[in-house]
Structures are given as C-alpha cells and as structure tokens.
C-alpha cells in the first residue's frame, strides 16, 4: 500500500512563499502524474498542479505563474514551491496520482495565508 506524507505548510502572509514535500513510501517512478491537491473550507478538492513521470507539468488557472511543481525520482519525492500567496490559497495540500487519485490519502499539509 502507498503512503503519502505531506510537509511543510504553515502560516504565511499575503505575497509569501512556502515550500511543499510530498514523501511517498514507493518509487514514484512507478507511479504516473502526480499531483498536489487542495482542500478548502466550503470548497470541492481541486488538483492545482500536476507532473507527468517525465516532468511535463500542468497547472490551474489560479496557480499559474505563482506555483511550480517538480518531482524527484530518485528521492521518491515531489515538491510544490509556492510563491506570491495569496489569501485564496488557504487550504489543505495534499499529493496524490493524477487524474486518478489512489485511495490511501495522507494527512495533508494546513497552508494559511493571512496578515
């Protein structure tokens, strides 16, 4: 079963940065895209950027040109730098495989923006 562990949100103010992990228990190499996900109060789960197992990436209309994800094969890992932060970015961050999530979620990562 793959395990998915996400780190490095916080609490950040508005045109801030942070740096996502996303840690999976597999070579990710095995796996497709993968993808950061967020969660919002009140909000559908959205896929805000996603990485082919080639480095082809993809993102939302609202992330583009803030948001940047890359993919470690070797470290079975993948990032998700966040820059410019916005207020609407609050959420939780989770990774996943794209399109099509594995069951097994992991407990996200909180990212708050606020002043």
């Known amino acids: 079963q793959v395990q998915l562990v996400e780190s490095g949100g916080g609490l950040v103010q508005p045109g801030g940065s942070l740096r996502l992990s996303c840690a999976a228990s597999?070579?990710?190499?095995?796996?497709?895209?993968m993808g950061w996900y967020r969660r919002a109060p009140g909000k559908q789960r959205e896929v805000v950027a996603a990485?082919?197992?080639?480095?082809?990436?993809n993102y939302a209309d609202s992330v583009k040109g803030r948001f940047t994800i890359s993919r470690d094969n070797a470290k079975n890992t993948v990032y998700l730098q966040m820059n410019n932060l916005k207020p609407d970015d609050t959420a939780v961050y989770l990774c996943n495989e794209v399109p099509v999530p594995i069951p097994s979620w992991g407990q996200g990562t909180q990212v708050t923006v606020s002043s």
């Open positions: 990485v082919t197992r080639t480095g082809s990436t």
């Open positions: 597999v070579t990710i190499f095995s796996l497709d895209g």
